[in-house]
C-alpha cells in the first residue's frame, strides 16, 4: 500500500510539472533571429538588406508560426507559414505538427524545439553545414 501511495504521488507531481511546463508557452508568443539577407541593386539602396525573425504564437492547441522580414529601414513583411497542432514531449521537446509541404522552404524546415529551464531553445539542421542553435525571447505583447 505504501508503494502504491509513493507511486501515485510521483505521477502526480510529474504530471503536474509538465503542466507548468506547457503554461510556459499557452497564450505566449516568442522569436529568434535567423537570417538575414541583402538584394544587390543598380544604385545604392539603404533598404535593400533585410533581418529575418522566425515568430511562435502559442494557443492552447495551435502554434501561428510567422517569417518576419525587417528591411535595414525597419519595414516589416510577415509571412505566415502556418497554424499548426503542438504538444510538449516528456522530454521537453516541442513537436509541432506540420504539413511538410507548407514548411519546405522555410526556417521551420529541420527544426528542432525544447524547453529548457522556461527557455525556448531551437537547433536548425541543415543539410551541408553544422546544425544552428537559437535562443527564442519572449515577446511582451501576443496578437
Known amino acids: 500500500m505504501k508503494l502504491y501511495y509513493i507511486t501515485f504521488l510521483l505521477l502526480v ?5 509538465a503542466q507548468e511546463s506547457t503554461n510556459d508557452l499557452i497564450n505566449k508568443s516568442f522569436s529568434t533571429k535567423v537570417g538575414y539577407m541583402c538584394q544587390e541593386t543598380d544604385t545604392p539602396n539603404p533598404c535593400a538588406g533585410q533581418q529575418i525573425y522566425l515568430e511562435l504564437k502559442f494557443k492552447k492547441e495551435k502554434v501561428v508560426i510567422l517569417e518576419k522580414y525587417v528591411s535595414s ?8 507559414i502556418g497554424q499548426f497542432k503542438w ?7 516541442v513537436k509541432i505538427y506540420s504539413d511538410s509541404e507548407k514548411i519546405k522552404y522555410t526556417y521551420l524546415k529541420n527544426l528542432k524545439l525544447e524547453l ?28
Open 13 to 17: 507531481t510529474l504530471s503536474v510539472k
Open 73 to 80: 529601414c525597419n519595414k516589416v513583411n510577415e509571412t505566415e
Open 87 to 93: 504538444s510538449l514531449l516528456k522530454n521537453n521537446e
Open 116 to 143: 529548457s529551464n522556461k527557455v525556448l531553445v531551437g537547433e536548425k539542421i541543415w543539410e551541408h553545414t553544422e546544425p544552428e542553435k537559437y535562443v527564442f525571447i519572449e515577446n511582451n505583447t501576443q496578437d
